[in-house]
């Protein structure tokens, strides 16, 4: 169990952090999917639908890197993104950092030495600390080849996820041009222990020039977080 302390410090950054986002009066509006585009699917409402974005590693923690940037930077990039055009169209969102921090240097509660373990464990901690229905981690693959490209979305062996990598890999492949199908992430930690409808979207491949293109632009990291989102709104239609 996650203690309370842990808890009520995780929900007060977000509350005040979404506050000083929301109010600086960026363009984050939402952009309807092709095949819903007669009506903007937000108009659901939030029904309790919270959605937990992971940003993938942090602080220590850089991930898979191209040169001198780093995946942590990244996905910090797109999920801010993302939070904010979910925010900005009703539904209620959580991000789990807001800045360079690895997660493990926040829990005390798992007993482990491994700081990959606690890191994991406290990303599992929120989802299951708050009500949440829809878990999106974001990454950035990596390829020993310069010509693999493109987003993945991997998902649980589970109906209501598979129906949310389905609809998000559908909405990048739009964006990426290409013809991707989502795939089951059978040894990854999130997908096996939180029980909550979870993805993890590989938003591209650091690797690529092709993909740096979008990864590393504002404008870029914009178009990725918008497809994730019509993605998540499409997936609320269906279920």
Known sequence: ????????????????TSSLFLATGFDYTYAAPEQNSKQSPFILGNDQRVILIDA?????????????????????????????????????????????????????????????????????????????????SIHVNWAPSSTKNGPLVLYRKEGRSYILAKAIQNQLNQLYDVNIRPEHGKPFFLLNKITATTVIVEAGFI??????????????????????????????TEI
Do not use: C
């Open 1 to 16: 169990m996650i203690p309370l302390g842990i808890k009520v410090k995780r929900l007060l950054i977000t509350l005040i």
């Open 56 to 136: 993938g590693h942090g602080g220590v923690d850089g991930g898979t890197s191209y040169g001198s940037t780093l995946e942590k930077d990244l996905t910090l990039a797109i999920s801010r993104k993302l939070y904010l055009i979910l925010r900005s169209n009703g539904l209620d969102a959580v991000l789990n950092r807001f800045d360079d921090y690895a997660l493990s240097d926040e829990n005390r509660w798992f007993p482990s030495s491994s700081r990959h373990r606690r890191d994991l464990t406290q990303r599992k901690g929120l989802a299951d600390a708050i009500p949440t229905s829809v878990v999106v």
């Open 207 to 236: 690797s690529s020039p092709i993909d740096r293109v979008k990864l590393y632009s504002p404008q870029g990291q914009k178009e990725i977080a918008k497809a994730i989102a019509n993605g998540i709104a499409v997936y609320l």
